[in-house]
């Protein structure tokens, strides 16, 4: 089954609001990483947070992390069009490994 | 150069066709990897190289035979596919991270080679 489960599967918004989407896995984790992807494209990495921080942020985006919850939360503030894409929670699944496992993702709107 | 890429973008095959796909990278990274997406489905790994050794193989039916000849390129050989095998396949490499195997780095994408099963 998958390692990581997302919700909601779809969103649409607004330009100029945030967008918030969140991963949920079920094992122990070195790491956790957002990844985007544009429609039938390769995926584009957005960020990298490891298990012992609990937020990091680049650009407008944030990314939170519950170890204790087993999650993970990507806000994206001021939406804008191009940022109409899917997007992914990776986890290294099984430690000690190459081995990353893909959340289901969510697929973002946002109409302008 | 920050680019992996794939070639070709697009591959149309028979059931009995045997054909190649190809990516390559020029970051140095030691580490490099197959994954298969169907439509609106995350990508599913399927292979990681490491070091130009075979680290992980999915249980990947042997109709696909990944090779990598040197730290730059990765093909995947493809034999006797089934409809069902229709996907966009996606190469992607890491930094190869800590020396017992774990990759705490990004991974750089490929756009993908659309593949159609016939």
């Known amino acids: 089954s998958q390692q990581g489960e997302e919700d909601p599967q779809a969103l649409s918004i607004q330009e100029g609001e945030n967008a918030t989407m969140n991963c949920s896995y079920k094992?122990?984790?070195?790491?956790l990483q957002w990844y985007r992807q544009n429609s039938g494209r390769g995926l584009v990495h957005l960020i990298l947070?490891?298990?012992?921080?609990r937020e990091k942020h680049s650009g407008r985006l944030r990314v939170t992390l519950d170890t204790s919850k087993k999650s993970s939360s990507l806000l994206i503030t001021a939406s804008r069009a191009a940022d109409t894409a899917s997007y992914f929670c990776?986890?290294?699944?099984?430690?000690?490994?190459?081995?990353?496992?893909f959340g289901t993702g969510t697929r973002l709107k946002v109409l302008a | 150069d920050t680019e992996v890429t794939q070639t070709p973008k697009h591959l149309v095959m028979g059931m009995t066709n045997k054909k190649s796909l190809k990516c390559e990278q020029h970051?140095?990274?030691?580490?490099m990897y197959w994954y298969k997406q169907k439509a609106k489905k995350p990508p599913e790994l399927m292979f990681v190289?490491?070091?130009?050794?075979?680290?992980i193989n999915e249980s990947v039916p042997s109709r696909f035979s990944p090779e990598c000849p040197n730290s730059s390129l990765l093909n995947l050989h493809l034999h006797a596919l089934q409809p069902e095998d229709s996907a966009l396949y996606l190469c992607?490499?890491?930094?190869?991270?800590?020396?017992?195997?774990?990759?705490?780095?990004?991974?750089?994408f490929g756009p993908g080679t659309r593949l159609t099963v016939t």
């Open positions: 992607a490499s890491s930094h190869p991270g800590l020396a017992g195997g774990t990759s705490s780095y990004e991974q750089y």
């Open positions: 190289y490491s070091y130009e050794k075979l680290s």
């Open positions: 094992t122990s984790i070195n790491n």
């Open positions: 947070i490891r298990s012992n921080e």
């Open positions: 990776a986890t290294d699944a099984v430690l000690g490994t190459y081995k990353y496992i």
């Open positions: 970051m140095g990274h030691r580490a």
